[in-house]
């Protein structure tokens, strides 16, 4: 069992940066591969980023071109999404989530076991 909790979110001019954190509680951090993904009012949940166990690997969903950046602290249980330059298409509630590590990249949130509360972002222009 693994509990996720975010922070970090609040609201960020376009063209500024937001760094979220998920802390996360229980069982072997290391033994998931984490994501985060982001649910904008009236629409699907999609993902944003994913890394491996280790965080030597991550992935990312086209339109971060570049502006996000995924990581992790094994030894503080913390994955982290660093936004910068958010636009204002980037509003949505950003979720982490967790899921045993596999040998390929999880994009899908029904793949994913674990999921912390949610944090809003806001960006204005």
């Known amino acids: 069992q693994v509990q996720l909790v ?6 960020v001019q376009a063209g500024g940066s937001l760094r979220l954190s998920c802390a996360a509680s229980g069982h072997s951090f290391m033994s998931y591969d984490m994501g985060w993904f982001r649910q904008a009012p009236g629409k699907e949940r999609e993902f944003v980023a994913a890394i ?4 030597a690997s991550t992935y990312y969903a086209g339109f971060v071109k570049g502006r996000f950046t995924i990581s992790r602290d094994n030894a503080k249980n913390t994955v982290y999404l660093q936004m910068n330059s958010p636009e204002p298409e980037d509003t949505a509630v950003y979720y982490c989530a967790a899921v045993p590590y596999g040998n390929k990249w999880y994009v899908n949130d029904y793949e ?4 912390g509360q949610g944090t809003q972002v806001t960006v204005s222009s």
């Open 52 to 55: 491996s166990r280790s965080g």
């Open 6 to 11: 975010e922070s970090g979110g609040g609201s």
């Open 112 to 115: 994913y076991n674990y999921w």
